[in-house]
């Protein structure tokens, strides 16, 4: 059972930014999945916002390659804030950040920064960007529940669940987690790299609240996805690779003296 979100302390005063975040957590319906491409940078976002997207979410992992720095909060805390700021400042949608473990930052820290960056939404991973171990369980809820209390109902924020990409295959496990983080006043949890239709079915049932799933080259269609009662889709740092291969094409060709624009 999830928090009373509107009665926790802290709540921001910002109506408009309660408006996003209101919209933003409308959108989480379970098999009519929100759908996510993560953008790196203020056109990337103005570009998702023309295709007709309701939401922007930034990946972290293709923010801090366009800044130059390595994934796993390798990038200052500061320069990933101004990053979501601009981005946040180019679309007139509601935008949700992702910002790995947090940076470093206390939960207070953190909400208050995003609120000034514009963000209305936040992933936050349950492992060590820089060690891949898994946070103990009710350490990571007791963040998230410090996050929820000062951000109030101004935030919806994404619990990263990193049972399956640390290598632990467990669905309880999993749920277990889930289960936690949504009673700390997460909104949504996000099994990432999970992509076996059985395992996401299980898991939707059995966690209780929205879910999350990244899209691969192997995972379910959209459609399968909302069929298995998905809520959210996104895309992770995948759309950036694929741009930037395709920008590697162009430039290779423009080595080799050919044409970048021929088909």
Not at 182 to 189: F, I, K, Q, R, T
């Amino acid at each position: 059972m999830t928090t009373d979100r509107a009665a926790t302390d802290g709540a921001a005063t910002d109506g408009a930014a309660t408006d996003r975040a209101a919209t933003l957590r409308r959108l989480h319906v379970p098999g009519s999945p929100l759908i996510l491409p993560n953008v790196w940078d203020a056109a990337s976002a103005r570009a998702v916002q023309e295709a007709g997207f309701p939401v922007v979410a930034t990946g972290s992992a293709a923010v801090a390659r366009v800044l130059g720095y390595a994934d796993g909060e390798r990038t200052p805390v500061a320069e990933m804030m101004a990053a979501v700021a601009r981005i946040a400042a180019a679309v007139d949608v509601p935008v949700t950040a992702d910002v790995e473990r947090g940076y470093g930052l206390a939960p207070r820290e953190l909400a208050e920064r995003l609120a000034e960056a514009g963000a209305v939404g936040c992933n936050v991973e349950d492992s060590d960007p820089r060690t891949k171990e898994l946070v103990d369980a009710g350490a990571q809820a007791d963040f998230l529940a410090g996050l929820r209390a000062a951000a109030g109902a101004d935030l919806v924020i994404n619990a990263r669940v990193d049972t399956y990409v640390t290598g632990l295959r467990d669905r309880a496990a999993a749920v277990e987690r889930g289960r936690r983080y949504l009673e700390a006043g997460a909104d949504c949890v996000y099994p990432i790299t999970l992509e076996d239709e059985d395992e996401i079915a299980a898991l939707v049932t059995e966690v209780g609240g929205p879910v999350n799933i990244l899209f691969r080259p192997k995972a379910p269609s959209y459609a399968r996805l909302a069929e298995l009662g998905v809520a959210r889709i996104s895309f992770g740092g995948g759309l950036h690779q694929a741009v930037h291969a395709y920008a590697q094409g162009l430039f290779a060709a423009v080595r080799d003296g050919r044409d970048p624009y021929a088909g």
